[in-house]
């Protein structure tokens, strides 16, 4: 029997039963999709439990990592209430100028002005977020809509 597994790239992963060294061990092999190189490495399978223990303690750690990315918009929104802005709000007709911050995905956060003044509000909240230690990008909506910074996690 062989386990196969395949990778979103199209890599393989294959594991077969072997023998090293007259005891019974795991074959794990892998290969590329054009075929050029790949690598192979034989587990006996009274060690199976620490490679499985290890992969799982390595799985956790990314996972960490990746979590350790995430950035929620009530933290960046409570950051910027904090430094004395505002949420932007409706009015008679019209809306109270102020801030408005909105998730997009789970690593990255909108912040937009609502108000007169845009160019140059972004542009200090740009900083006071850089101090903070956020990663800040100014970008634009699609078809020339709303300037907004997209700000993430280092």
Known sequence: M??????????HLYITPTSRHGQPALNFRTERPDGQGG????VPVDQLEDVVAGARDTARQAAATEDARRIR???VAAFLVD???TYSEPGAGDWDPGIRVTQNG???????????????????????LH????????TQQERGGRRRLEVTLP
């Open 2 to 11: 062989t386990f196969h597994y395949t990778d979103t790239d199209g890599d």
């Open 39 to 42: 690598a192979a490495v034989d």
């Open 73 to 75: 918009k009530a933290s």
């Open 83 to 85: 430094q004395g802005y």
């Open 106 to 128: 789970p690593r990255a956060v909108h912040v937009f002005w609502d108000g007169a003044g845009e160019a140059d509000q972004l542009a200090t909240i740009i900083g006071q």
């Open 131 to 138: 101090e903070a230690g956020y990663h800040v990008h100014a």
